[in-house]
């Protein structure tokens, strides 16, 4: 067996060992989980406030 044939595979072996602690993933959707958390505060304030009115009506008949 050819000596050229054995490099190809030990170099990719040696390249796949890399001794470098990778880095997380970056939190691509992480704006998008924020905005839907902001939209659920909006939503439990407007629900609130409606909820108020109609108490409020109710006591003034």
Known sequence: MS???LILPV???VA?????????????IKS???AM???KGVE???QQSA?????QGNQQR
């Open 3 to 5: 000596p050229r044939i």
């Open 11 to 13: 170099l990719l072996l």
């Open 16 to 28: 796949a060992c890399d001794s470098k602690p990778k880095e997380p993933p970056p939190d691509i």
């Open 32 to 34: 998008q989980r924020q």
């Open 37 to 39: 958390e902001k939209a």
């Open 44 to 46: 439990q304030n407007l």
């Open 51 to 55: 909820d108020q009115r109609r108490e």
